[in-house]
C-alpha cells in the first residue's frame, strides 16, 4: 500500500483503510508493463498519481483520492482492445492526451463531447488501452 505510514481509518475490521474497503468500488489495479519505470513515469505525469517503491521493478501507486492502489507487472500482456475499459476523470483533458502523448503514450480517439461529457481513449507505453473524461466543456 502506498504511503506504508498512513493511519488506518478502520471501518472494516481488517485493518484497511476505509477509504478502500468500499462495498463494490474498485480500489486495486495490476498494470501490464514492458518497463515499469516508464509506466510509472507515464502514469505519474497523465493522472498525477502518487509512486512508491518498493524494490527494484517493484513500484506502487494510489490515486490523488486514495480510493485506488496498484502496482505495474511485467510478463503480462498489455490490454490493447476494449473489453473491460477504464476511465480516469481528467481536469483539461486536452492537457491530459497532451502528457499522453509527450510521455510515450499514444491517442487512440481524440477527445470528443458525449453529451455533457468529454472523452478520449488513449494507450499508455506498453499498448494499454484507457479512457478519459471529463465533464463540461474543454
Excluded at 509506466?39 to 498525477?48: D, K
Excluded at 503480462?76 to 491530459?96: K, N, T, W
Amino acid at each position: 500500500m502506498a504511503g506504508n505510514e498512513r493511519e488506518k481509518t478502520g471501518g472494516t475490521g481488517t485493518g484497511v483503510d476505509s477509504r478502500l474497503a468500499r462495498p463494490g468500488g474498485l480500489s486495486y489495479l495490476e498494470i501490464p508493463a514492458v518497463d515499469t519505470e516508464h509506466a510509472a513515469a507515464f502514469y505519474g505525469q497523465v493522472l498525477g498519481w502518487r509512486l512508491e517503491r518498493r524494490a527494484a521493478n517493484d513500484l506502487r501507486f494510489e490515486d490523488a483520492t486514495g480510493h485506488l492502489l496498484g502496482r505495474w507487472v511485467t510478463g503480462r500482456a498489455p490490454s490493447r482492445e476494449p473489453g473491460l475499459l477504464a476511465y480516469f476523470y481528467v481536469e483539461r483533458i486536452d492537457d491530459a492526451v497532451g502528457r499522453v502523448v509527450a510521455h510515450g503514450g499514444e491517442v487512440v480517439q481524440a477527445p470528443c463531447a458525449e453529451g455533457n461529457l468529454w472523452v478520449a481513449t488513449v494507450r499508455d507505453p506498453a499498448g494499454n488501452l484507457l479512457g478519459l473524461w471529463q465533464e463540461g466543456p474543454r
